[in-house]
Every structure is written in structure tokens, then in C-alpha cells.
């Protein structure tokens, strides 16, 4: 359930955008391998000139803005004297070196994007202290924030947005908090794990489809990471570890492997988790089922086939996908217990395989259970 700031992935990037329109710092907060870097590195940049038009609107402007990147710095990466530039003396007087972690620095034009300060509470409060300058003045040392409304109000210099994220003290990543100084300054959003939007982007991105019918099957699997665990193992499953999990079960680990593999990527509760899903997986004749739906055997328990069902979606290609369809509609006695399995497996097929939905056998399926799907 999301509550007061917290908000899923799904809605994170129109957060953001929200945000930066307003001309305001966002922070976003979450606890480890939830995405909200994946997210803020590759999705921010396509709502980055919808973000430009309402800040030019404000300001009274008119921008013209090239193609936007991200610039990533590790805030904690680099000592105090990168932030303001080496000091150098230059006929008497001591000036400083604009480093070149700062965007736009040695461009010979103007520069657009997003500069993301990753892990930013992971740097000491001296140095976030520092970089609050950005936030305040656009400044920092002889640095010059492109597009900042105080030392590029016209945006001269481009238009660069700035972005924060880190974890919170109470993940025991490393994290040093941030002061009520920094804190007073940005605006603040909590990112939260959200089983659907999970399910939907797996599907999108290879991600093994056993591994997505656990998260399916059972969802507090999504995350399941205790900071305060004491084990010689810390991790646990994550967003982001079920995709190393999904990327080890790629490998076809050998059997006395898989265990040690497993536990070291989700943790030994997850990972057993994993490895029964799979064995009941087993119990389905995935040749049978896709030559001969109507006829091939569907596990009795209903744990037993979302597994089973689950290993359809890696087999499954537009030339045997009626006979998938016709082997999940087969609910009921001798069938399978929900239709939901089979909305399950039919769109994560969609997803990795979308030639399938100009099929007359998916629009057939789609109006069929039309009540399940939404």
C-alpha cells in the first residue's frame, strides 16, 4: 500500500517531471535495488523537454534544447577540492580550475540534460553541504550552473536539472542522512516496491520467466531485504537481485551449483523459494502442451501450475501460441484453478514476443476475459 510520499515506479518519472517543471531539486529515497537509479538514468531524459518548455514558459523565455543525457556522478566519488576545482595562482591571484565532473565544462556550446547525484546521502554531510550551492546559488567555486534561475536565468549556457537519490539510515546501506539544512531544500519522494509494475517491465526485459512467476506467485518476494539480518550473506531479494537471479538461471547452472549461486544472488529464503517453484515446474510436459493442449496434463496444485505455466512463456512463439491459449483456457475440473494463470502467462507472451497480439487467438482471448485482465 503506498503511503503519504511514497510512490511506485510507475509514477516516479511523472513525480520527477512535476517536480523539475516547478524548477524545485527532487530526492528521491528508497531503500537498496529498488530501480529508482535505472529509472532516473533512462527514463527522465524522455520527459526532459516537456520539463525544458514549462521552466522557458515560467521564466519567460524561449529554448530551443538539443538532445538531453545525464550526467552520473557518485557524490561520495570525490574529495571536496574536485567540487570547487584545484586552486591555481594566476598573476598573484589564487583561482580555481572548473573540474570536469560538472557538466558543461570544456563544452564548446551549450548543454542540456540532467545532472543525478547518485548515492548523494552515501557522501559525507561536509560534502553535501557543498553541493547545496548547486541547489541555491548554480554555483560552485567558478562553476556556473547551465539554466540555473539564479546564474543563468536566459540560459545562456544550456539548461542542466538537477537530480538527488540515496538511501535512507534505516537500510544500513552506508547512508549519512542528510541535514535539516540540505533536507529544507529539495523536495522529497520515497520510492516502493510494486509487485504489477515488477511483473510488467520483467516481461518487457528478458528477465526469466520461472523467476517472474515466483514474484507472481509469491510477491513478497519482490522485496524481502532485512538491514538488520546477521547472516554472512548480505543480500536478500530485490528488484534488482532477481534480475542476477534470472540472469544465473540463464546459465543453466549444474545442479550442485544452483543452491550457492542462487543464495548468493537472492538469499538462501528466496532462493530455496526459487529452486521448489522450478522442481514443481517440472511436473508439466511443456512438448505435450504445446502439441497437444487439449489432451497434455495440468498439475492438481495451484502452486504447481503457475510453475507448470510459467515455462510456456519461454517456449512460446507465434506459431504455437493458439495451442498455449487453448492448453491456460482449460480452467476448471482437471483444468486449471484460476483464469488468472492464463492471463499470467498470455501477456507476459505479449510482452516478449508482441507479434502475437495481431493474432486472432489473442483478440479471441482478450474479449474472453476481458473482466479477468482488467
Not at 580555481?96 to 548543454?111: L, T
Not at 495451484?302 to 515455462?311: C, E
Request: negative net charge.
Amino acid at each position: 500500500m503506498t503511503s503519504v510520499n511514497h510512490v511506485t515506479p510507475s509514477l516516479l518519472t511523472g513525480a520527477l517531471q512535476t517536480v523539475l517543471s516547478a524548477g524545485l531539486v527532487p530526492m528521491v529515497w528508497s531503500a537498496p535495488g529498488l530501480g529508482k537509479s535505472h529509472i532516473i538514468n533512462n527514463d527522465l531524459v524522455n520527459v526532459y523537454d516537456k520539463i525544458a518548455t514549462a521552466i522557458a514558459d515560467g521564466r519567460g523565455i524561449k529554448l530551443h534544447p538539443g538532445e538531453a543525457q545525464v550526467w552520473e556522478r557518485r557524490a561520495g566519488d570525490y574529495d571536496l577540492l574536485d567540487y570547487a576545482g584545484l586552486p591555481y595562482v594566476q598573476d598573484g591571484i589564487q583561482r580555481r580550475a572548473s573540474p570536469d565532473i560538472w557538466p558543461g565544462v570544456g563544452a564548446s556550446g551549450k548543454v542540456w540534460g540532467i545532472l543525478f547525484l547518485d548515492e548523494f546521502t552515501q557522501a559525507g554531510r561536509e560534502k553535501q553541504t557543498v553541493m547545496q550551492r548547486l541547489f541555491d546559488e548554480g554555483r560552485v567555486g567558478d562553476y556556473v550552473l547551465p539554466g540555473h534561475h539564479k546564474s543563468d536565468p536566459e540560459c545562456k549556457l544550456g539548461l542542466v536539472l538537477i537530480v538527488l537519490a540515496g538511501n535512507r539510515q534505516s537500510d544500513r546501506a552506508n547512508s549519512q542522512g542528510m541535514g535539516t539544512q540540505t533536507g529544507s531544500r529539495v523536495i522529497h519522494t520515497v520510492l516502493e516496491p510494486s509487485v504489477p509494475d515488477w511483473i510488467d517491465w520483467a516481461n518487457g526485459n528478458d528477465v526469466d520467466p520461472t523467476v517472474v512467476a515466483l514474484v507472481k506467485q509469491q510477491p513478497e518476494y519482490l522485496f524481502k531485504l532485512d538491514p538488520t539480518q546477521k547472516t554472512e550473506v548480505p543480500t536478500g531479494s530485490t528488484p534488482r537481485t532477481l534480475v542476477f537471479l534470472s540472469n544465473l538461471v540463464k546459465q543453466c547452472p549444474p545442479p550442485e551449483l544452483e543452491t550457492q549461486l542462487y543464495i548468493g544472488a537472492v538469499g538462501e529464503e528466496c532462493a530455496r523459494a526459487y529452486i521448489a517453484l522450478v522442481h514443481a515446474a517440472r511436473s508439466i510436459n511443456v512438448e505435450e502442451a504445446l502439441t497437444n493442449p487439449n489432451g497434455a496434463d495440468i498439475p492438481s496444485e495451484v502452486g504447481h501450475q503457475f510453475a507448470a505455466a510459467s515455462l510456456l512463456i519461454r517456449r512460446a512463439n507465434a506459431d504455437n501460441f493458439d495451442n498455449v491459449i487453448r492448453y491456460v483456457e482449460r480452467v476448471g475440473e482437471n483444468g486449471f484453478s484460476s483464469p488468472e494463470i492464463g492471463v499470467f502467462v498470455v501477456e507476459a507472451i505479449k510482452r516478449r514476443t508482441p507479434l502475437v497480439a495481431e493474432t486472432a487467438a489473442y483478440r479471441d482471448f482478450c474479449l474472453k476475459w476481458a473482466d479477468i485482465r482488467s
